[in-house]
């Protein structure tokens, strides 16, 4: 997709600033829908994500009523708050509401991908949330969780969607897995995604990555290490300041010499 689809959710009064950074970001096709929702399309470029971020920060300060969204490679109809087609039970102390911009562009990512059938892991499931969806569209799913509150939490939610074709295991990352899988969902902060590029190729020989977690300033430190594991971006999300990416290919286990 050679363009990046922008959404944004702003007070009317922010309209003319909002439209002149717009401008200097070569914003095209800009509709306005309800005096509050904005939609354009900028072109795609390395540092388009630093230039969303910088949009962002730009309106936050100005009042905490806004949203922003991007997406490149991944097509969206509408201003994208994935609904869950199942419900959760979430105890304060767990994550995964589905709320968290982290969740909601991991949510939409796996919607983007064909899971049917297909070997899912989440890890960090925190209450279960990508799990369950990945088994509501078919998939067969190993879930991994550091905390043993959360892991018992996602254990229930997960058994509440379906009866078979999961499991929850308490371990590290991935560190506890010999299985191989075709796609590989990981929402908990960029360091540990730097930990789990290096086994990778162990876990998912072939297949996409799903990952999230982390600010859009730090979007040239992760694009550069996904591309030294041997991982092609194919989408990436930006919601308020976070962003999530899906990355395919066959990942290698080290990391090339980069001068
Ligand atoms: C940001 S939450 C994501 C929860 C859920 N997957 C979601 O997208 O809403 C990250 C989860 O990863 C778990 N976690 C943190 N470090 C971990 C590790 N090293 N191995 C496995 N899980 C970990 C945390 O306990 C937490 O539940």
């Known amino acids: 997709m050679p363009f990046v689809q922008l959404w944004a959710s702003l007070p009317s009064e922010f309209g003319s600033l909002f439209r002149q950074s717009l401008g200097w970001l070569y914003a095209r ?9 904005w939609h354009a399309l900028l072109p795609h470029r390395p540092e388009t994500p630093l230039q969303v971020h910088w949009l962002w920060e730009r309106l936050r300060g100005q009042s905490m009523d806004v949203a922003v969204y991007a997406s490149w490679g991944i097509q969206t109809q509408a201003f ?8 959760l039970q979430v105890d304060v102390g767990v994550f995964g509401t589905g709320r968290h911009p982290t969740t909601q562009m991991c949510l939409i990512a796996l919607q983007s991908l064909q899971l049917q059938g297909k070997w899912l892991l989440d890890i960090g499931t925190g209450s279960g949330i990508l799990a369950a969806f990945g088994l509501s569209q078919g998939a067969k799913v190993v879930a991994t969780e550091i905390s043993f509150r959360a ?5 229930r939610n997960l058994n ?6 999961w499991a929850v295991i308490i371990c590290d990352l991935a560190s506890c897995l010999r299985k191989t899988f ?8 960029a360091e540990a995604l730097m930990r789990l590029l290096p086994d990778l190729s162990r876990i998912m020989p072939k297949g996409f990555l799903v990952a ?7 979007w040239r430190s992760l694009r550069r290490a996904l591309r030294s594991f ?22 290698t286990a080290n990391r090339p ?3």
């Open 230 to 251: 041997g991982l092609k971006l194919t989408s990436w999300q930006f919601l308020n300041g976070w962003m999530g990416i899906v990355a395919a290919g066959q990942p």
């Open 151 to 155: 892991a018992r939490q996602a254990f």
């Open 257 to 259: 010499f980069e001068p």
């Open 29 to 37: 096709n800009i509709q306005i829908f309800d005096g509050r929702y």
């Open 182 to 189: 075709d796609v590989v969902v990981c929402n908990i902060g």
């Open 212 to 218: 999230s977690g982390w600010m859009a300033s730090e």
């Open 160 to 165: 509440s969607v379906k009866k078979t074709d």
């Open 80 to 87: 994208p708050f994935a609904p869950l087609p199942f419900s």
